[in-house]
């Protein structure tokens, strides 16, 4: 047996590998920099383990306004996005679950819309906010309907995946018992869609969270938390960047921590 | 009093498939069988019915009531689903009380009409739990007491008994037949299994390409199949049909260059399809005056019969015999001669009286 | 029936709604910022249709040095992160189809890499590129491994729903005929892969080519393309960066036109 | 000669199933059916055979020659899957050639193999379709041409034919049997239909919880079950199980408080359960010696017969009739003596001669 599945060692090793070096070795060497003095980050050879900790970065960053400001900032613009996308993603799946020709269409818009240069779009986005008196706003509304859009295809292809496990008969039987399409929105769909609902939310508050290229471009003063790493970073400052990258990573370990279950059990592979 | 009638109905689809201008009435307190293959137009059927569709052409009636064209269905019609439709949020007990619940009944009104209705769909259950704890046959006797539960003028079912197993099937077959004895509802089950429509038909409705092949009672459409379709359709192993000459004389027939001392229905000449069923032939002379030459080709053992393939002329026939035959051995079968049946060879309907019910003969 | 479908209706035109704001307005925005004189696109209230075409912006554009040298390498840093993450996502993918175990942990950490915050991984991954002298590099090759590496999920999960639908049977049956592991891959699941190997590898080449802020932080001097649009549209020459902007849709556009028919269809919902 | 040997093999699973203890021999040229419902262990038996997998425990020898622990599967063995795992992405011709290109064998031998292969596995067309260019029953022969092209000792079958429909499913069983017959190729085939393994198999072997339940022909394993397992799973409708008392005379039984004229196996007293098949049962007294007197509860109209629910004592006893009872008519069926089986109501075991092979009755 073990000479049969040489090939597939290898690839199991692989693919440890590859969790090694993109998870586990960035998060160490974020943590070991957010702690350790200057020198110890540059050194040559690398120093796996620092000798020198300090709680000097941390400090700084937490001791300055604009942190708090823009941690606020962040979870307003993540909490809009994500409810503007789980909402919209809901409807969108609905109709693709209900008509065939809606669910082709739906799902190449989707795409496409996933395909497009983010730059691209970013300048005429700008142009569109600052009319409409969206661009660079305190509350950063005009960013967070950017990100809800962005969120938007894989909250709705993920609850799409919900609406199609639910056999449509149930809407049909539903239908003969009287309910009106509302109700059988709200009492045959959505308690059957909470795990759905759940995760469209926390992946599109996530991803609206980490989002940094809209960030920089659509809310230059008024910042969120990823461009100002950026200019922490920028500006040499790389310790209290990286103390600031360590906090802005908490919702994440929260979401991993609460979900590990769930992203653990997942028997069937998805046919996308 | 007819509980359903439709008239002429049509709903075509773009790929061809659908109902053709269907007529059919359905009589109060009957079990009424739609019975054909997959994709034969049953389930449009059923959701015209139901007003989840609605016709192109044609009338529906139900009560004597035209529902046509109505915008949503009233409490006339349950249906119980192929996959059950059991709403797997709720437990036994709100399933069963929501389309109650959507009457806008009042609580108290709402559980004595479940609990009734749940004795009478023979649960005898918790009915806190919900339907990924019940059993298989508990699940369907939720479904049946959601469907009873208002009350309804007739029951819709869509094979619901196609996603229990074999055993538990023939279980539940005879205690739905037993309720609508009891109950005396009306029923219209839609199914492609012999046996499920044979012993719950009061009446079956054979359906081929959207359209009704034959209605009759399960006797009738089995002893005399009114075109080929019913008569390959129905029985397992199915009929033997074999084309054959009317003999120039009128009395006789030629299966290839065999002769069969059996005569054709009056004024038929020219080519026939004559049909025997694989259980209607024997070795045993007393059986019946028709004998059949036939040699003997393969045998299977089947445990309680054998089935033997012959031919006879060079057409292939299937026997069903309680012994065993040697292959290559020329056999002789008796058969009776009403148990043959003649179709026209082109239209392939029957020949002779189809619809003369008084005629049915008992098995003996 | 329309009765019955009124939700569904609102549904469906929320659907349509979507793909015009987010695909259609943008893109007609920057080819009318791209070829209108400046005044044009910032007008109150806003003009659909320009007054004065110009051609200055794309003239501006090509006529540059940088461009070219940054065009390739775009080209060059996305054709290495797509190889890359297509030859290693095969090899997951192939783990994961065989491998029970290997599928829960491997989605899981496949899932968890892309939920951690770019921004927090960028920063220490800085740190090991300069370390082993891919920072910054001419060619891009630092930045395409981290290309490569966040393209891997998705080429991952797209061909383990291809390997998904290839029957255990098949290797089975091969290996009874006789045929090696390396055999089997390459004359029994690479034959039947060749479309899911296409879409990771334009996916990937893609997702690298419209990257902003890796390349940003990672390339600050030898810049690959969106980072180049970023400082024209920052230093004011909107015009021009829309220009450029326009130019870098190109391979998109390419690729939406070449792949309608398998966008379009795709009878079955994902299973996610 | 034996051509394969399986000495006390093991294979559990964590999940409880897999093989256990499994002995059996299987003769050159036989054609030996695995029986059994599914999740049983029958394709991990095939599995184990092919060397897709090995055993924990036991020896595994092909044609003399132990296998148990070989690092790949020799020429020896092929296997014909249940999807028939053609390669989808090669012409017909490919896929046959595909073992041979394998064994590094010129482009003019395989030609000739796979074309000589091709004829006897009855294929006619040509092979430069592809399999979703061809009908379920060419694809089957391209699967068998593909097993057989390299002339293997034994051929593996794991259900091919349960994804063909019922009709396509019995002429394919037929040419398979034929193909044996001519051929006398040893297979070993595995299924859970029951039509098939009386139909196909020299000897079939029943498997219950991954061990051998009975090992026979089809008229041994039907007529003279070993257990009550193999009692209720052969046949359809199943076998009637009875448990009853053997009268303090030794001679006669007690089902409940009837009495029946039927003396039990010598020397046995106490409980036991008496089997008697559905169609073993009749109304004309000249059938048998052995009368019982029922009640008669309900009937199924099944075409060629009724299924007639009747109680014997308070314990349910069900009959194939060929004429129509009235539910609750007590009746008088007769049968013969011979026909009832009697097993021990602990361990299950039948009681009386069951190795008897001389013995087999011929039906009459």
Sequence with gaps: ?272 | MAELVMRDVSRIFRSGRGVRNLSLTVEEGEFFVVLGPSGVGKSTLLRLIAGLDTPDNGEIEIGGRSVTHRARPDHTVAMVFQNLALYPHMSAYENIAFPLKMMGLGRREIEERVRRTAALAGLEIDLNRRPSQLSGGERQRVALARALVREPRLILMDEPLSQVDVQLRSVLRVELKEFQRRTRRTIVYVTHDHDSAFVLGDRISVMHEGRIAQIGSPEEVYRRPANLFVARFLGHPPMNLLRCQVAESGRGLWVNDVRLELDPPDGESGELVLGIRPQDLSVQPEFGAVKLEVKVESLEYLGARYLVRARLGNQALLVELPRSLQPGQIAHLYARADRFHFFDATSGERIGQTHDKASTVTKG
């Design chain 1, 1 to 272: 047996m073990s000479q049969r599945f040489k090939l597939l060692e290898i690839c199991r090793r692989a693919l440890s590998a590859f969790a090694v070096v993109t998870a586990v070795v960035p998060i160490y060497l974020l943590i070991k920099q957010a702690f350790s003095v200057e020198l110890d980050s540059f050194a040559w050879p690398p120093r796996w383990i620092p000798h020198h900790l300090t709680l000097e970065h941390l400090h700084k960053v937490t001791s300055t306004g604009e942190l708090r400001e823009s941690l606020i900032r962040s979870a307003e613009v993540a909490t809009v996005a994500a409810c503007t996308a789980t909402l919209l993603g809901t409807m969108l799946a609905y109709a693709m679950t209900r008509d065939l020709r809606a669910r082709r269409w739906g799902l190449a818009a989707l795409t496409a819309s996933r395909l497009l240069p983010m730059i691209a779009v970013a300048l005429p986005l700008a142009t569109v906010l600052i009319r409409v008196g969206l661009y660079d706003t305190p509350s950063g509304l005009g960013l967070a309907l950017v990100h809800a859009a962005i969120a938007l295809p894989v909250a709705a292809i993920l609850l799409l995946g919900a609406f199609a496990k639910i056999p449509l008969e149930l809407e049909d039987a539903a239908f003969l018992d009287g309910a009106s399409q509302l109700t059988i929105l709200l009492r045959i769909y959505l308690p059957q869609l909470k795990q759905a609902l759940a995760a469209a939310f926390v992946l599109s508050f996530l991803s609206s969270w980490d989002e940094f290229g809209f960030g920089l471009l659509l809310q230059p003063t008024n910042r969120t938390l990823p461009p100002l790493i950026y200019y922490y970073a920028v500006f040499g400052d790389v310790g209290a960047a990286s103390a600031l990258a360590l906090v802005s990573t908490a919702p994440v370990l929260i979401v991993l921590v609460a979900l590990r279950h769930i992203l653990i059990r997942q028997p069937k592979p998805p046919a996308f």
